[in-house]
Every structure is written in structure tokens, then in C-alpha cells.
């Protein structure tokens, strides 16, 4: 009686584990998203080198005014940084000018649709924290 609850038991954490960790977005989803979002301008964009301790929100608050951008430095970045939760020291990301691509239709477009997306993918996740999705729903609003 006892295997029978023990082998049920192990049998139903593993189900619970694997049913949580497909919820987080892959890193595929990442790139699915930023495929659908082309059209962001470069030129005039900045470089910045990854320190540790670095984050992709605080780093977009530092260099774009607001931290809920940094999906579009995802976007700029793209073959660097595929994950918001894996940029290591040293990367070398690409900082966009924010304003030049607002005043373009089909880069502000592209903007709206990567903050979009990405709010979908943080409501899929085992946890979602609400604040960044409504924060991203809101910046996307702005464009």
C-alpha cells in the first residue's frame, strides 16, 4: 500500500512540474515574437556592455527613461539576447533612439507589437506578474 501511494505520489509531482514548467515562455516564443516584429530603426542606436548585476528593466530605465522598454532592446538585440532572463556581463546589446522610432509609423508599429507580445507571454507564465503586463500594455498604448 505504501509503493502504491509513493509511486502515485512521485507520479503527480512530476505531472505538477512538467504542467508548470511549460507555462514559461521558451525561448522559441522569444523568437516567434521578435519575427513578427520587424521594422525598428537603427541608426543612431547606442551600444552598451552588459555589467554584472545588470538587468534588461534596469538598463532600459537608464538608457530609454522607462524600464518597461526593455523588450525593444530584446528586439534590437536580437541574436544576443533571446531570453530576458539570461543576459550575462559582456553582452553587447543595442539601445535604439526611442523618439526616431516613435516618429516612425512602421517602427512604432513594431514597438507596439513586441511590448504586446510580450505581455502575453509574461500572462503565460506560471506567476504572471500583473504590474508588468499592464505596464507593458500601457507603453504599448502610448505608441
Known amino acids: 500500500m505504501k ?3 509513493l509511486v502515485t505520489a512521485l507520479v503527480l ?3 505538477l512540474v512538467m504542467g508548470c514548467k511549460s507555462m514559461a515562455p521558451t525561448d522559441e516564443d522569444y523568437v516567434r515574437l521578435y519575427d513578427k516584429s520587424t521594422g525598428l530603426i537603427l541608426d543612431g542606436a547606442k551600444e552598451y556592455i552588459v555589467k554584472h548585476g545588470d538587468t534588461l528593466h534596469d ?3 537608464k538608457e530609454m527613461g522607462n524600464g518597461f522598454y526593455y523588450p ?3 528586439l534590437a538585440s536580437r541574436g544576443v539576447v533571446v531570453n530576458p532572463d539570461k543576459i ?3 553582452m553587447k546589446l543595442t539601445i535604439p533612439d526611442l523618439e526616431k522610432n516613435k516618429a516612425d509609423e512602421n517602427a512604432k508599429k513594431s514597438m507596439k507589437n513586441c511590448l ?4 502575453d507571454l509574461e500572462k503565460n507564465k506560471a506567476k504572471p506578474d500583473q504590474k508588468l503586463i499592464d505596464g507593458f500594455k500601457t507603453e504599448a498604448g502610448k505608441l
Open 3 to 5: 509503493k502504491i501511494l
Open 13 to 15: 509531482s512530476i505531472m
Open 116 to 119: 504586446l507580445g510580450f505581455a
Open 88 to 90: 550575462l556581463p559582456d
Open 72 to 74: 525593444i532592446i530584446m
Open 59 to 61: 538598463i532600459a530605465h
